[in-house]
């Protein structure tokens, strides 16, 4: 079936503006989580969601950041006065139980959002 | 939270070598993820292997979880195992991921 799907898979935006980022999980999957990479890093947790609630947001890094998922599927990372150092590849991944223990999560292809 | 480390960094490998690459961490874990991210910067899933040893192909992984290391053992090489392999440990359900080993395989 159908993999982990986000869009767009490239953003060029000016600093100060507002960008969201979409993404579709594997279908039946109710785990979803949000990743970031930075050029030459490993990529870093965002926030996890479990069904439509938000379970931790421990990784966002400041208030201009905020994610939803209101129907406990598709998923939207928001991203409010973007700054020149949110320019990053943004990953959502999924998995298929309630997250934790003996999950495995699967990827989709990122979005590379560039702020200039 | 978990600390993971991997080595080498880097690894260039002539076509047809064997290769092995570690990853350690720094707390007992439920889930260890092996990733290959292509040069399109996919993350492919290699094995999900908390325990014991797997194999699928031309690669195989080992995780010793009470000596807290895995490693990813690439027989074998093709141009195509090019790209940065990643070893990610559960972390209170995010992934806590190792900064990566670049392999480049040269024909």
């Known amino acids: 079936g159908a993999g982990v799907s986000q869009t767009p898979s490239n953003k060029v935006t000016e600093k100060g503006k507002y960008v969201e980022l979409r993404c579709d999980p594997i279908s039946g999957h109710t785990a979803l989580y949000w990743y970031r990479q930075s050029l030459g890093q490993g990529p870093e947790f965002l926030i996890y969601f479990q069904g439509t609630g938000a379970a931790d947001d421990s990784g966002l890094p400041n208030d201009r950041f905020f994610a939803v998922r209101p129907e406990g599927s598709v998923s939207t990372l928001k991203i409010q006065r973007t700054e020149r150092g949110d320019s990053a590849v943004y990953l959502c991944?999924?998995?298929?139980?309630?997250?934790?223990?003996?999950?495995?999560?699967?990827f989709g292809p990122g979005t590379r959002l560039l702020v200039l | 939270g978990i600390q993971v480390e991997q080595s080498p960094p880097d690894l260039i490998l002539q076509e047809g070598a064997n290769s092995t690459l570690r990853c350690n961490f720094s707390?007992?874990?439920?889930?260890l993820q092996w990733f290959h991210q292509n040069p399109w910067g996919q993350l492919i899933n290699l094995f999900y292997?908390?325990?014991g040893t797997k194999q699928n192909g031309r690669l195989s992984a080992t995780t010793v979880a009470t000596e807290r290391y895995s490693l990813l053992y690439i027989s074998s090489s093709q141009t195509t195992d090019s790209g940065v392999y990643f070893c990610?440990?559960?972390?209170?359900?995010?992934?806590?991921f190792g900064a990566g080993t670049t392999v480049t395989v040269r024909a």
């Open positions: 707390d007992s874990v439920n889930n």
């Open positions: 292997i908390p325990s």
């Open positions: 990610a440990v559960e972390d209170d359900y995010k992934l806590s």
């Open positions: 991944a999924s998995s298929l139980g309630a997250g934790g223990y003996g999950e495995t999560q699967y």
